[in-house]
């Protein structure tokens, strides 16, 4: 059982009230992007665990995989700005795979990188 779309639903949007309830320090764009791609149940459970009583910063993150590889790059873009924030340091001082933390750390080490978002 996959919780990918074949098709993105391209009428999802997060409410401006959900978008509030957001982690600030992800990137509620990625997300929303994210939770359109996945199956109408699977979205709360997905949205409830990027809502900010998480914690922030590097110390509320867990470890998490997506299962799926094409939703996976959506997940990195979603933790890569808490990455950001920790700096390159915290990146090499973490061994586990945290989500965004590879993209993080290329953007970190080369800015000019076409994967930097403008």
Do not use: C, Y
Not at 11 to 18: I, N
Not at 63 to 85: C, K
């Amino acid at each position: 059982m996959t919780i990918r779309l074949e098709t993105p639903d391209a009428t999802f949007r997060l409410t401006p009230e959900e978008r509030a309830r957001v982690r600030p320090d992800l990137d509620v764009d990625a997300l929303e992007q994210l939770l359109a791609q996945v199956t109408s149940d699977v979205r709360p459970v997905l949205l409830q665990m990027h809502m900010a009583q998480q914690g922030e910063g590097v110390e509320g993150l867990r470890p998490m995989r997506m299962g799926d590889p094409a939703l996976q790059p959506l997940l990195d873009e979603v933790w890569a700005p808490v990455w950001m924030a920790a700096g390159i340091e915290a990146i090499r001082r973490e061994p586990r795979d945290f989500p965004g933390k590879e993209l993080a750390r290329q953007r970190l080490q080369d800015p000019s990188s076409p994967i930097n978002r403008p």
